[in-house]
């Protein structure tokens, strides 16, 4: 009997203990369909945070401004769901705003502001055990949010003004730009953070120049993009071992690309300054070109500004900044590059990242 009783027990003290826990992601192995989209529209100075409707295919193009009767701020740069609140990285207005997941509602507005008060020109985000990590520009530096009390809890040193990030392991591997390096040029390092001290602990020196965004696949290959040095070095792809924390190999003249995205680990690089055709795709574990152009029925992208893939579907949305000024496009694409369905985000200007909500 009393075996009996701990049997019942058991999952229920689990279960409690899950509920308790608002900020960790479930462990699943099926993603339940999106219900919709969220999309961040990062503007020429007004940001506007849109929802489209996946069953109705309706879009209301200032949704956060629908529900808060206020606006965003200016230039929002990336857009992270962890748990069930959203961050919106909002590089000029120079804060982390702090959404409910579910309806967009404000929550708090976290000022990132250096020693001084300057701003300090947040980036991008990532999460990690119930913290938001934040690169930003200005100080070269990430910074850490602690999700429960949303409030900054510790500021990382690491190479000069960061962009994107990866996790593997327990390690973040941050891509060190040094954009704004107008003497010396742009940097070609990546800086490993442990993150159980928070502390830089290595710095990788790669090929690619001034690089932008880092992507893991499933083995720990970090594929690095950078913009090169504006014409004078093109850019370029460099693929870094988590493992040995050392360049495994340059992807070469064939891959001049400054963003890239994986999921399941396939890549898909961009470019959103022009270059030919709208997205490479290529198999990680294979290293293997999948197709030279992603988009197969004659559909035309003017200028790639965002591509976020729905890991359930398999789905691939390519956001469209058209001339930068005018309202852009979301298009869908199912996973062999044929058009599904496309809609404005106006009044968004600059489309730079959807969120799959379901």
Known sequence: MKNDFLKWLLPIVILLNACGKDDVKPITTVLTAAKGLYVLSEGGSDTKLGYYNLATGAFTGDFYRQQNSDDLGQTGNDMLQ???????????????????????ALIKR??????????????????????????????????????????????ISVGPNPEGMAIVGNSLYVANSGGYNFIDGPDST?????????????????????????????????????YGDFGAVPASVSVISSATNTVKKELGPDFPYAFVRICKDVAYFYNNYGGAGTSKVYNTITNALVRSEFVSDGTVITTPYGLNVDEQSGDVYINDAKDYTSSGFVTCFDKDGKKKFLFSVSPGVNPNKVLFIR
């Open 190 to 226: 990546i800086s490993v953070v442990n993150l159980s001290t928070q502390i830089e602990i290595n710095r990788i020196k790669i090929g690619t120049k001034n690089p932008q965004k880092i992507e893991a696949n499933s083995v720990g290959d970090l594929y690095v993009s950078g």
């Open 110 to 155: 976290i000022d990132f502001k250096t020693g001084s008060g300057a701003k300090k020109f947040p980036r991008y985000a990532i999460g990690y055990k119930n913290n938001i990590y934040v690169s930003s520009t200005k100080d070269s530096s990430v910074t850490v949010i602690d999700t429960a009390s949303l409030s900054i809890v510790k500021t």
């Open 82 to 104: 962890y748990g069930s609140k959203l961050y919106i990285v909002m590089n000029v207005s120079s804060n982390i705003t702090v959404l409910n997941a579910a309806n967009a």
